[in-house]
């Protein structure tokens, strides 16, 4: 039986468990997690400049391949999502900035593609292909990055490190543009290692091969920019519209449904399978040791919890102390080195021959100087922000190793029962990224509505490692959300200086004369730094602050099943006889074997 079968198999025998358990947010948990196992979906975005034919492509896979509009103008102006369903009927919709679902007519979608309203989160589309073998594909057409505003450009923050496949979409007849390198080099820093990335030359001659000139230098500027070496595929012009795109959508269908995808995926949905089993050994366990406490206990049980509580206050705290100063540090840290690039490129053009080199110092300038010194002064910004982090990190384990050996051991002594409780908890929080990934999921969309309010909105933020089992050193690991938020503010970097020093090369430069040049050439310099200051200033305010909540979501998750599983207060299990609960406890256990 392979790996997914065996999660199939698997998933049926913890629906009888969860059903017994009968927690209302286990339950919702458990489902998003079977809709994954029961339709399992391949994320492929389309990324690439306005007018390269991407929303093309996407309608040559779809048996109506009229179903996103075409132009020779730029038309995309929202991102559209394509569900790929061989069991539906078409359907329009629009998802919208509160998660709400609006089912639209056809004249009415395509308006918005190219005009969407303020409201408007994507749209989706949910129809047929011409082969069902792409069934469960989800391809995102999104707009050209020249046409990208910034909301736009949050959501494709979230979902292209996340994404199975990226195909990049260039048009033979134009090649790469200023703004597709800046793409590109957006894309390579954000992407994680397992995305691929294909390369689609739209628009070819007919006849061409790989071997053409003008298509190897396309092809090797995109591996330079995303550090990748990538696969490409050449689509010929079309009059009649009927681009043969076969083996490039061969290709993607075959890398998805390859067995490394489909192992990685079955070892995904494990560990999904795991969380949910951990929560329901902390409720059971939670259940027998309230049942085989003694009266007396419960006085004890209490003290316990209040002594132990003391130190979620003395961690968030912590936390917000850490981070109030990374904010702060951060954007004196940015003041400084915005003028530390000026003062070494001032001095640069200062020295250079105002007679004979002005056309030499522009292009070094925007194609190597002013990149690396801010390529250098973002890694600064980032080292230490990562020392921070990691100091703060060994801050709270050592919090959290007093804290629980202390309960280990009084909880051994005085309510020897709740032992095996702690031990659970504590194991729900220790694991790999897949499931603390999982865990910060579940934080992040319960809020205020539950845990299924905001499942379509979910981060992939979370711990790689909170520590090891009870009885060991309980630690916390560099995390998945600080990798991210590094990933973030290197790419806002490297995005908003090359947008500045492309606004910087165009107008009259050329047109200076030799006596003034030096001096233009340095309010230039002044105004791409400027640009480039308060793009970063705003990018790390905004992610310090995303990263903090992750920090504090995962302690008080931590606490909170403490306190859950210490209460008295009346739950489903009540009535469950404890000869039945044992049993129970027993299937779960046998369930990690399967």
């Given amino acids: 039986m392979s790996n997914f079968n065996n999660c199939i ?63 020779a103008k730029p038309t995309t ?23 709400s679902l609006e089912e639209l007519e056809k004249e009415t979608f395509d308006e918005l593609v190219v005009k969407p309203d303020d409201n408007l989160h994507r749209l989706r589309y949910i129809g047929k292909s011409k082969d069902n073998k792409y069934e469960g594909m989800r391809l995102f057409d999104t707009p050209g990055y020249g046409s990208l505003i910034s909301y736009h450009e949050e959501v494709l923050k979230e979902f292209i490190p996340e994404s199975d496949v990226v195909v990049y979409v260039v048009s033979y007849k134009s090649g790469l543009s200023d703004d597709d390198y800046q793409f590109l080099k957006y894309v390579g820093e954000i992407i994680n290692d397992n995305v691929e990335v294909v390369l689609a030359i739209n628009m070819c001659p007919p006849q061409l091969n790989s071997d053409n000139k003008r298509i190897k230098e396309i092809h090797e500027a995109v591996n330079d920019c995303i550090h990748k070496e990538v696969k490409v595929f050449l689509v010929e012009s079309n009059k009649e519209k009927n681009l043969n795109t076969k083996e490039l959508w061969d290709y993607i269908y075959r890398s998805v449904n390859s067995e490394e995808k489909i192992e990685e995926l079955s070892k995904t949905l494990y560990s999904c399978q795991n969380y949910i089993l951990d929560e329901c050994k902390i409720r059971v366990t939670s259940q027998i ?15 316990l919890d209040r002594e132990f509580l003391n130190n979620r206050k003395e961690i968030l705290k912590l936390i917000e102390e850490t981070f109030t100063k990374i904010a702060d540090k951060s954007l004196t840290l940015i003041t400084k080195s915005s003028e530390k690039i000026k003062k070494e490129t001032y001095g640069f053009i ?5 007679w004979s080199k002005k056309e030499e110092t522009f292009a070094y300038m925007q194609s190597y100087h002013i990149p690396k010194l801010v390529e250098r002064e973002t890694e600064n ?32 002594i005085e309510i020897p029962v709740y032992a095996e409780v702690i031990e659970s ?14 865990r910060e999921m579940f934080i992040t969309v319960g809020g205020n509505g539950g845990v299924g309010a905001g499942v379509a909105n979910a981060a992939s933020k979370g711990l790689k490692s909170f520590g090891n089992l009870f009885g060991k050193t309980f630690s916390r690991e ?30 009259i430069f050329y047109l200076y004369d030799a006596l003034t040049w030096q001096g233009k ?7 791409a730094i400027s640009g480039w200051k308060n793009d970063i200033e705003k990018s790390v305010s905004k992610e310090v602050m995303n990263l903090k909540e992750v920090n504090d979501d995962e302690i008080n998750d931590l606490f909170d099943d403490f306190v859950k599983s210490f209460n008295k207060e009346e739950d489903e299990l009540d009535s469950v006889e404890i000869d039945e609960l044992i049993k129970l406890k027993l299937e779960i256990l046998e369930l990690y074997k399967f």
């Fill in 9 to 71: 198999e698997r998933q049926n025998k913890i629906d009888s468990v969860v059903n017994k358990v009968n927690d209302n947010s286990i339950i919702a948990k458990n489902l998003l997690i079977k809709e994954r196992i029961i339709n399992p979906a391949h994320y492929v975005v389309m990324l690439g400049e306005t007018s390269t034919g991407k929303s093309a492509l996407i309608n040559s896979v779809l048996n109506n391949n009229k179903t996103l509009i075409e132009n």
């Fill in 77 to 99: 102006g929202v991102i559209t999502e394509v569900v790929i369903s061989n069991k539906s009927e078409d359907a329009y919709l629009a998802i919208n900035k509160d998660s």
């Fill in 289 to 303: 040791a309230k049942i085989e406490s003694k009266e007396a206990d419960l006085e004890e049980k209490l003290n």
């Fill in 350 to 354: 200062d020295n250079s021959d105002k």
């Fill in 381 to 412: 910004l980032m080292n230490y922000t990562e020392d921070e982090i990691n100091q703060l990190d060994q801050k709270i384990e050592n919090i959290l190793n007093t804290a629980i050996k202390n309960l280990q051991t009084k909880v051994s």
């Fill in 425 to 438: 908890i504590v194991k729900k929080h220790v694991g790999d990224g897949i499931k603390q990934g999982l």
């Fill in 478 to 507: 560099t995390h998945n959300s600080l990798k991210h938020f590094l990933k973030v503010i290197k790419a806002t970097s490297i995005k908003g200086i090359s947008a500045y020093l492309a606004v910087f090369t165009e107008g």
């Fill in 521 to 527: 050439l340095k309010d230039r310099t002044d105004e």
